[in-house]
């Protein structure tokens, strides 16, 4: 079973520019969630996609955004990139139906602003 | 609110000995929690999780936790180190309904295995 995949695997944008992730969940799960992990900061909630809404966001400005599509991958969009905003950025698949909410993560993006 | 603390950044035992990493939590219900690995340009991996079935779980790799609800803590032990075990480890906490389904992680600790 294919797990969950990511790309790009490297992102490179100056600041100003808008960044364009994308996640495939595992066949089956419904729900996708967006980590950051930058340098010092640990990981970070940033979104959680289920059924294609969005039902939950973290701490982080507006500039982050995202979308979950009808086959339920999802898009995580970072608009007006600063250089914070550098880090890897991990995405998280879930069957919503779970009860122990047990997230099967991809390898990352890792996104690095200059 | 969750929270997750990790005792140590970092780490270092000899191949061979005793592995153990410290994780306690704070939650208002009853926690799921999981131990993650996230070994150098990669992602997470679920090496085990608490759901209540038992307070002593297995996971992979020779991993174990024990979930100890009067020290509200979940601490992650393997008896005998190797070098591939030289990774980042990541306690995580999840309340299903009142945190909006998130995982809120510790800030990991980081383990050199020494020969």
């Known amino acids: 079973e294919a797990g969950v995949t990511q790309s790009p695997t490297h992102l490179i944008k100056t600041r100003g520019q808008q960044a364009t992730l994308r996640c495939s969940p595992i066949?089956?799960?419904?729900?996708v969630y967006w980590y950051q992990q930058a340098l010092g900061l640990g990981l970070q909630f940033l979104l959680w996609?289920?059924?294609?809404?969005?039902?939950n966001r973290g701490n982080f400005p507006p500039r982050f955004s995202g979308r979950q599509f009808p086959n339920y991958s999802s898009e995580l969009n970072v608009n007006a990139l600063e250089l914070e905003d550098s880090a890897l950025y991990l995405c998280?698949?879930?069957?919503?139906?779970?009860?122990?909410?047990?997230?099967?993560f991809g390898p990352g993006t890792r996104l690095t602003v200059l | 609110a969750q929270s997750v603390t990790q005792l140590g950044s970092h780490v270092s035992v000899s191949e061979g000995a005793l592995v153990l990493l410290r994780c306690n939590y704070s939650s208002s219900v009853p926690p799921y929690l999981f131990w993650y690995v996230q070994y150098p340009n990669q992602g997470l991996q679920l090496l085990l999780k608490?759901?209540?079935?038992?307070?002593l779980v297995k996971g992979i790799n020779g991993f174990e936790a024990e979930f100890k609800k009067s020290e509200t803590s979940f601490h992650l032990t393997k008896p005998s180190a190797h070098m591939s075990d030289a990774a980042e480890y990541f306690c995580a906490v999840s309340d299903l309904k009142a945190a909006g389904n998130k995982l809120t992680f510790g800030g990991g600790t980081r383990v050199l295995v020494k020969p």
């Open positions: 066949s089956g799960h419904t729900s």
């Open positions: 998280a698949s879930t069957y919503s139906g779970s009860s122990y909410n047990e997230q099967f």
């Open positions: 608490y759901t209540s079935a038992a307070t």
């Open positions: 996609y289920d059924e294609g809404e969005e039902r």
